[in-house]
């Protein structure tokens, strides 16, 4: 089933948000509230996104544009905690919990940090390799985990694919001062956990229906409809983007697919200015244990003969 999402510009106004809602923001821990505003986040991220990209386009090659997240709460991990990998895994339990009641979930990073530093990961929360984060998150979270070796760019049909069966994805990247994705050779290394996308493809002779130019992705046979239409023509992904929450924001975010995968494979080394000592730091440096990988999450009960790559 095909649904519109209606955007509007008054659908969502994030200046007036907080009293409109019941959301509570604490020092560290869950958002209480916060997943109850996903609906009008994503409006407004989608009426943006349509904008800018008219904007932009420079040609009358209308984009057809199609959505998927699941909404989840926001954790917050404090200005000055470097827990931006277990408050994921906080958000990641809330996900996996939707299809398995045995998983388990968190308000906080307390109890997920103290595993991580008797397990010798971590001494502050860091998380500076893919595969010990992945066996944090199977021991905390009871679920099952997969760490993918290679950039977003060359996985995305497995990403999208994985996101639309409501299971999380845990990516580091570097993060700039409005906490996107940019470039700085891992000095400013951070993991964020993906909930959805959004898909863009022109095409000529589609027009949009309704009042909505964003359609609501429901049923997997029109995301293998898209896979399939889009593995005939060149991919363009600069029209894909990403839903995404991460520890210093409560907000729900819609990224650049390209510049995430951009940022994810340009992890090189962790920033000098930084006293390593302070750090479990792998000896074989993170452009190894963190440069273009991807962490993918899944309920414990899993049958992996029905999990369908892209």
């Known amino acids: 089933m095909i649904q519109n999402i209606e955007t509007s510009p008054k659908a969502y106004i994030p200046d007036k948000a907080k009293s409109r ?14 997943v109850d505003n996903v609906a009008k986040e994503e409006a407004f991220l989608c009426e943006r996104l349509m904008h800018e990209s008219s904007m932009k386009s420079n040609d009358f090659i209308p984009t057809k544009w199609t959505s998927h997240n699941n909404a989840v709460p926001s954790v917050i991990q404090g200005m000055k905690r470097p827990v ?25 990073d307390e109890k997920i940090l103290d595993l991580a530093r008797s397990l010798g990961f971590s001494k502050q929360g860091e998380m500076f390799s893919a595969n010990q984060y992945a066996e944090l998150a199977e021991r905390v979270l009871k679920c099952e985990s997969r760490v993918i070796s290679n950039t977003l760019a060359n996985t995305w049909k497995e990403i999208f694919r994985h996101l639309f069966m409501g299971y999380p994805v845990l990516v580091p990247y570097d993060t700039d001062r409005n906490y996107e994705p940019c470039l700085r050779k891992g000095h400013k290394a951070h993991w964020a956990i993906l909930t959805g996308f959004v898909i863009g493809q022109k095409k000529k002779h589609w027009k949009p229906g309704n009042n909505s130019p964003i359609i609501k992705l429901t049923e997997e046979h029109e995301l293998d409809n898209i896979f399939n239409e889009l593995s005939s023509q060149n991919t363009d992904l600069s029209l894909f983007y990403v839903y995404a929450k991460q520890g210093k924001s409560a907000k729900q975010q819609l990224w650049s697919f390209k510049s995430l995968s951009n940022s994810n494979a340009n992890l090189a080394e962790v920033s000098p200015d930084r006293d390593h000592s302070q750090y479990e730091i792998p000896r074989e440096g993170i452009e190894i244990t963190l440069r273009s990988k991807i962490v993918l999450l899944l309920p414990k009960r899993t049958d992996e003969s029905s999990y369908k790559l892209g």
């Open 84 to 108: 931006c990998g277990l408050v994921a895994l906080c958000m990641a339990g809330h996900m996996l919990h939707k299809h398995d009641p045995n998983a388990r979930i968190y308000e906080n």
């Open 21 to 34: 809602t019941s959301i509570v923001f604490p020092v560290h821990g869950t958002v209480k509230g916060s």
